[in-house]
């Protein structure tokens, strides 16, 4: 059974639950008055795991990136504890930029409202078929990074 709350995961296992259930999937939400749909797809781990090297006691996030190919990534406790920030931070987004991608494709780059730790959540969303976006990752970033975000070039979002 998943926890009741992303604060209360402890390990990849209920990270990967608790994301199933919560997040996986369609979401559709209000963001700026309009509604969007948000895919987040059942087999991505950068929700809950970061770049890094694996050792004694880490546990390790793999995802098919290809036929033959998976990224393998590290468990991130907190970005697993940060997982019912997401969609607040896409509804309630205070900066959104380009990312990612061919001009006129970009992904969109949201930042949330402040979290308690002073870090904003950052979420990449990738643009799909029918108006429909495709969440890529989420993570905190620091005051700095979202002051470069907060001076950079807008992108409007929703569309």
């Not at 380009?98 to 990449?124: A, C, D, W």
Request: with cysteine.
């Amino acid at each position: 059974m998943p926890v009741a709350s992303a604060d209360l995961i402890t390990c990849v296992a209920e990270a990967r639950d608790y994301y199933r259930v919560n997040l996986g999937g369609l979401r559709r939400i209000t963001c700026c008055g309009k509604r969007i749909d948000v895919i987040f797809p059942v087999e991505v781990v950068h929700i809950y795991s970061e770049k890094g090297v694996a050792g004694p006691g880490v546990e390790i996030c793999t995802q098919q990136i290809g036929i033959a190919q998976s990224d393998v990534r590290v468990f991130s406790l907190k970005r697993a504890r940060l997982m019912d920030c997401i969609l607040p931070a896409i509804s309630k987004y205070t900066v959104s930029i380009f990312g990612q991608g061919p001009k006129g494709k970009q992904n969109k780059v949201l930042h949330g409202p402040r979290l308690p730790t002073g870090e904003y959540m950052r979420v990449v969303l990738k643009p799909s078929r029918n108006k429909t976006w495709v969440c890529v990752s989420a993570f905190p970033v620091d005051a700095a990074t979202y002051r470069q975000a907060w001076n950079a070039s807008r992108a409007k979002f929703p569309p």
